[in-house]
Nanobody, 123 residues
Framework: QVELVESGGGKVQPGESLRLTCVAT????????MRWFRQAPGKERELVAS????????YYADSVKGRFTIARDNDQNVVYLQMNGLKPEDTAVYHC????????????????WGQGTQVTVSS
C-alpha cells in the first residue's frame, strides 16, 4: 500500500509561482513513474506531468510546457511540481499519482492516487 500526501497549494495571482510537494510512504518511488494530474470543476482530469523511473525522462502536457517542472528525490521519496507563470486556467485540484514500474511519457495509468491540493489562480 502506498500513501501519497500533497501539499503546497494555495491562492495566487496570475504570473506567480507555487511548488507542490508529494510525499510517498509505503514503497519507494525509485521504481515508479510519478505523475501529477489536475482536475478542475466541470473538466476532465488532465495529466500535467510525468517523471520516469527508468531513464529519468519527463513528460509535460502542452498546456504547461515551459512553465511547470516535475522533479523527484528518490532518497526522500518526494516528488515536486514547480509551477511558474501561473494562469487562471491552471486553477484545479492537483493530485500526485504512483505507477509502479510504469511507463514514462503521456501514460495516464496509476496504481495509487493522493487526495490532492487546491491551486487557485485569480486576481
Amino acid at each position: 500500500q502506498v500513501e501519497l500526501v500533497e501539499s503546497g497549494g494555495g491562492k495566487v495571482q496570475p504570473g506567480e509561482s507555487l511548488r507542490l510537494t508529494c510525499v510517498a510512504t509505503g514503497r519507494t518511488i525509485s521504481v515508479a513513474a510519478m505523475r501529477w494530474f489536475r482536475q478542475a470543476p466541470g473538466k476532465e482530469r488532465e495529466l500535467v506531468a510525468s517523471s520516469s523511473w527508468e531513464d529519468d525522462t519527463t513528460y509535460y502536457a502542452d498546456s504547461v510546457k515551459g512553465r511547470f517542472t516535475i522533479a523527484r528525490d528518490n532518497d526522500q521519496n518526494v516528488v515536486y511540481l514547480q509551477m511558474n507563470g501561473l494562469k487562471p486556467e491552471d486553477t484545479a485540484v492537483y493530485h500526485c499519482a504512483f505507477d509502479l514500474y510504469g511507463r514514462g511519457g503521456g501514460s495516464g495509468h496509476y496504481d495509487y492516487w493522493g487526495q490532492g491540493t487546491q491551486v487557485t489562480v485569480s486576481s
